[in-house]
Structure formats: C-alpha cells, structure tokens
C-alpha cells in the first residue's frame, strides 16, 4: 500500500499565529502527538510535536548556562533553542526541517523513516508542498492487518493443491499426515514420506491427473521406522 491510499486526508492543522497554549489544547483534544502548520494555502511550513511544548516545561528547570560552557557553545543553536522554548506562537516552535513523504511512498518505506527519524507521524505532500494528509504509525500497522492481494495465478495454484489433497483424503492407501503439496505456477512439488513405492506412484498418479496441473516433481521419501512403528518403548 502507499501514502495515498493509508493517510488520513482530514488533517488537523494550524496556522503559524496560533498562540502555543492553544496548540497544546489541539494536540490534547485531537488524541494526536503532532500537528502541521500551515499557511493560507495550505503550504506545509513545519510541525508541532510533543516533544517541542514539553521542551519548554523540561528548559524551566534546567540551571541557567555557566560564562564556560557560552564560550564553546554556538550562538546561533542557543538562540534558536531560546526562541522554541520561550516562543508564543506556532512560527517560533515548531520544528522547520521536516520529514515528508509523496502521495505514492510505499508502506516500507514510511516505515524505515520513522524507525529511522523517531518520528510518529508523516506529512504528505504534493508538488507544490500543499499538504494532502497525514500518515502515523497507526494507519501503517493496517497494511500489516490487511491480506496483501493474491494474483490469478497464485488463486489458481491453491484451487489445484485443495484438489489434489480433497483427492488423496478420499484414497485409503493415502497417508496425508506425513505429505506435503506445494504448487507453484501449476508445478506440484511432494513433500514427506510415502508409506511404499507403490503409494508414491499412486500419489504421483493422482496429482499429474488433476486438472491444471503442468507437472510434478517429487520430493518424498520412505517413511522411517520411528513414524512407522512408533518410537521403542513407548
């Protein structure tokens, strides 16, 4: 699946004015972790975490900077940090550099970013960096609920293996407890034990007959004693 089929489309944004205890109403209302800013045209200009408004709760407590460590810091990281921290309005919190993803990314994809980013959320795109919708972890873990689709010829496949194992199941001579039918692109593959030579014809027999096969190839092999007989002393 890809962004646009898994992202949300009804995306609660803000734009870049909003005052920051209104964000935080948002973000505790809506049930989300971040939220996109956008301008008229809902041109993406950054987002909103978390992470950003508990930012400033974690900097009140933090001992203001010794003359030292000033010397070696870098000025303009430090008056970036201050304005995120003490900042009132959405423009001087939120995160600039953001993460985004188009309309057709794939599900693997989305995910590696975010494994990758620590990030929770993806904004997605178009051309013009309008915001279409928003894709979260959440929405990812669908795909892994929803059953990948199934070509003609792997439904195929599957109705030639229920057959011939439907088939074998009627037939006394017919041990299906210890073989296995694989059937790829109409090519039956054998797998496990036969109880005789003459039960391995007979299971070849029957398989090469079923309608739709194309050929078979045979894997199996003698039943060991221990299955045969059971094991000594029991």
Same mark, same amino acid.
């Given at each position: 699946?890809?962004?646009?089929?898994?992202?949300?489309?009804?995306?609660?944004?803000?734009?870049?004015?909003?005052?920051?205890?209104?964000?935080?109403?948002?973000?505790?209302?809506?049930?989300?972790?971040?939220?996109?800013?956008?301008?008229?045209?809902?041109?993406?200009?950054?987002?909103?975490?978390?992470?950003?408004?508990?930012?400033?709760?974690?900097?009140?407590?933090?001992?203001?900077?010794?003359?030292? !460590? @000033?010397?070696?810091?870098? /000025? %303009?990281? *430090?008056?970036?940090?201050?304005? +995120?921290?003490?900042?009132?309005?959405?423009? =001087?919190?939120?995160?600039?550099?953001?993460?985004?993803?188009?309309?057709? !990314? @794939?599900?693997?994809?989305? /995910? %590696?970013? *975010?494994?990758?980013?620590?990030? +929770?959320?993806?904004?997605?795109?178009?051309? =013009?960096?309008?915001?279409?919708?928003?894709?979260?972890?959440?929405?990812?873990?669908?795909?892994?609920?929803?059953?990948?689709?199934?070509?003609?010829?792997?439904?195929?496949?599957?109705?030639?293996?229920?057959?011939?194992?439907?088939?074998?199941?009627?037939?006394?001579?017919?041990?299906?407890?210890?073989?296995?039918?694989?059937?790829?692109?109409?090519?039956?593959?054998?797998?496990?034990?036969?109880?005789?030579?003459?039960?391995?014809?007979?299971?070849?027999?029957?398989?090469?007959?079923?309608?739709?096969?194309?050929?078979?190839?045979?894997?199996?092999?003698?039943?060991?004693?221990?299955?045969?007989?059971?094991?000594?002393?029991?």
């Amino acid at each position: 699946m890809i962004a646009g089929e898994l992202m949300t489309r009804d995306v609660v944004a803000v734009p870049p004015d909003m005052p920051v205890p209104t964000i935080a109403r948002v973000l505790a209302e809506a049930r989300i972790s971040a939220v996109p800013v956008t301008d008229e045209g809902d041109h993406l200009l950054g987002m909103v975490a978390e992470i950003d408004l508990l930012r400033r709760l974690a900097e009140a407590d933090r001992p203001p900077a010794g003359w030292l !460590a @000033s010397i070696f810091s870098d /000025a %303009r990281s *430090m008056a970036d940090r201050y304005a +995120r921290v003490h900042g009132l309005r959405a423009r =001087d919190v939120m995160t600039r550099e953001v993460t985004t993803v188009s309309e057709d !990314a @794939s599900a693997e994809k989305m /995910a %590696r970013l *975010m494994e990758e980013k620590g990030i +929770r959320s993806l904004p997605v795109i178009g051309p =013009d960096r309008t915001l279409r919708g928003v894709v979260s972890r959440a929405d990812l873990l669908t795909t892994l609920l929803t059953p990948a689709p199934r070509s003609a010829e792997a439904i195929e496949d599957e109705r030639i293996r229920k057959g011939i194992m439907a088939a074998l199941r009627r037939q006394p001579w017919a041990d299906v407890h210890y073989l296995t039918v694989e059937v790829k692109d109409g090519v039956v593959r054998l797998h496990g034990f036969h109880n005789s030579p003459e039960a391995q014809r007979a299971v070849r027999t029957l398989a090469e007959g079923s309608e739709g096969v194309r050929a078979v190839k045979d894997h199996t092999r003698p039943t060991p004693p221990v299955y045969r007989y059971g094991y000594e002393g029991m």
